[in-house]
């Protein structure tokens, strides 16, 4: 099938019973994505009717995930539309009404067998070796049967007649067309024995009702569109457009599992990503335009996606390519979109990936603005402000005394490095990268150091890492009577260090 050219009609029908993982919400902003490319309608339905599986957080976090990637609906909760409620358990007299009528015009049937008979025959099934399946008894029973198994508290639920013979088939957008044999299948519930209706009858009830024109869903509900193709020949209805979209596998070609690393969306967002870029990563995940470009601005993905260009082999997550392209997002942005990006991870508490509680809110926003130059190249999270920083802020640095010696240096001969660079830290003026770079190459030739012996452990005195930004750039920001508060302390700390070895 050729990618639609008239506005479509698309729904994300999450079930609230688990936070939402990358898998589901790629369904939803593959949904999105062709809704803005039709000008056609993206529709948000809940489907909550498995009320003992039902999650409050998850539902939360279903739309808060939609909210954060940007993907706005224009039906469903919280929107309302013409086809309200959204939220399937608010719709439960349409699934009855529906399964009554099916029962009506011969094509379900109400069925009294208990869990413990059922349970009976599978265990009979499964000692001759059988595949496990319904027998089809409910077809017998009469409504008197039906009515005093009711009265008796027996759990009743509704069933669908499927005929012995013949086959069905669809045309998967992905795959083409695919053929079942209905004699694979058994006479499955349609409405349990809590009146609510399963995911069968009610998503195909509610798709038709909403005028759902595709189908976009996972490829693991191939297997069960035989069972709903059924359904729509009983009800007499036309089935939509099914696209069923590839399943997301880890780097190990493992299905894609909290052993990966994140699955949510959420968790991408307080791991420091971009909703951009995780946009524009997951709509890879299955899609591709057909060259090799990836970085896309959401108009453009909006502009060359195409349900043809969707793989029907699985994709893969490659967590690297999404920091990659995460890095590649930040450093596309201005200062001030960076800084304001990265500030609510930084004024966060200490415990939770912040500055140093002692570190006062709100952070001095002319002082991080002029720091942003340093870091902004390098960073690919925005968890790594803190982290980056942390030592402009910081009130001290405390660097350890073993990771102030550079390479091939002893205590002695960093000390005597530490004592040069204080006395020129002093005196250094102006205190500004330029002139401080000049200053301290000479002062290395003076003491007959190399440059980086000289420059390491000042590196460490004023930033408590081995790895900064470029040192005198770094030593101007912080400042001069910090940077020889600093250098004064890691003397400080060798020295003590030497006395504890000494003992
Ligand atoms: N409620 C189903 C799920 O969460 C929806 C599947 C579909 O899109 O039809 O998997």
């Known amino acids: 099938m050729t990618s639609p050219t008239t506005p479509v009609r698309v729904r994300y029908a999450p079930s609230p019973t688990g936070i939402p993982h990358i898998g589901n919400i790629r369904t939803a902003l593959f949904c999105w994505i062709l809704a803005q490319q039709t000008e056609g309608q993206f529709i948000v339905r809940i489907e909550d009717t498995d009320r003992s599986r039902y999650d409050a957080d998850a539902e939360k976090a279903i739309f808060e995930s939609l909210d954060w990637l940007g993907l706005s609906w224009n039906e469903g909760p919280g929107k309302g539309g013409p086809h309200a409620p959204y939220i399937q358990s608010e719709r439960q007299q349409t699934y009855i009404d529906a399964a009554l009528k099916l029962i009506e015009a011969g094509h379900a049937y109400f069925d009294d067998t208990t869990p413990e008979q059922l349970h009976a025959l599978r265990e009979r099934q499964r000692a001759a070796k059988q595949p496990p399946r319904y027998d089809g008894r409910g077809r017998h029973r009469s409504s ?12 009743i ?5 499927v005929p012995e013979h013949g086959s069905v088939s669809f045309n998967d957008a992905v795959r083409g067309k695919i053929t079942f044999e209905v004699k694979e299948l058994d006479d499955f519930v349609i409405l349990k024995s809590d009146e609510m209706p399963t995911y069968h009858l009610a998503h195909i009830l509610d798709d038709h ?3 759902v024109t595709h189908v976009i869903r996972g490829d693991e509900w191939i297997s069960s569109t035989p069972r709903h193709l059924l359904i729509h020949q009983a009800l007499g209805i036309e089935p939509p457009e099914y696209v069923h979209v590839p399943l997301i596998l880890g780097k190990d070609k493992a299905k894609l599992s909290k052993r990966h690393g994140a699955t949510s969306a959420l968790e991408y967002r307080d791991l420091g990503f971009l909703p951009d870029a995780v946009f524009n990563f997951m709509c890879l995940l299955g899609w591709s335009p057909g060259d090799d470009i990836e970085v896309m601005s959401r108009e453009e993905i909006v502009r060359r996606f195409s349900i043809d260009r969707i793989n029907d082999s699985p994709a893969t997550f490659d967590s690297e390519k999404l ?3 995460n890095g590649v997002y930040i450093r596309n942005m201005d200062k001030d979109q960076l800084m304001s990006e990265l500030l609510p991870f930084m004024e966060r508490p ?5 500055l140093p509680d002692s570190v006062a809110r709100p952070i001095d926003r002319d002082y991080m603005r002029s720091l942003l130059p340093l870091v902004h190249e390098r960073l690919k999270l925005l968890t790594e402000g803190t982290e980056t920083l942390g030592f402009f802020f910081a009130d001290n640095v405390n ?12 205590a002695a001969m960093t000390e005597q490095a530490l004592e040069a660079a204080l006395g020129l830290c ?14 301290y190459r000479a002062l290395a030739e003076k003491i007959e150091m190399k440059p980086g012996q000289l420059f390491s452990p000042i590196r460490v005195a004023t ?3 081995s790895f900064a930004p470029p040192l005198f750039d770094t030593m101007a920001a912080i400042g001069q009577n910090r940077c020889v508060e600093r250098i004064e302390s890691a003397i400080k700390i060798l020295r003590s260090a030497a006395v504890t070895s000494d003992e």
């Not at 639920?157 to 007649?161: A, E, N, Q, S």
């Open 209 to 211: 009702a909403m005028g």
């Open 399 to 410: 660097p350890s005394a073993e990771d102030l010696p550079g390479r091939k240096m002893d």
């Open 323 to 325: 920091e990659w392209m």
């Open 157 to 161: 639920t509704v069933r669908l007649k």
């Open 350 to 354: 200490e415990a939770e990936g912040g």
């Open 426 to 439: 002093k005196t250094a003026s102006p205190f500004e990268p330029e002139h401080l770079e000049g200053e």
């Open 463 to 465: 930033t408590g890492k």
């Open 144 to 155: 008197d049967e039906i009515e005093e198994s009711r009265k008796a508290g027996l759990p």
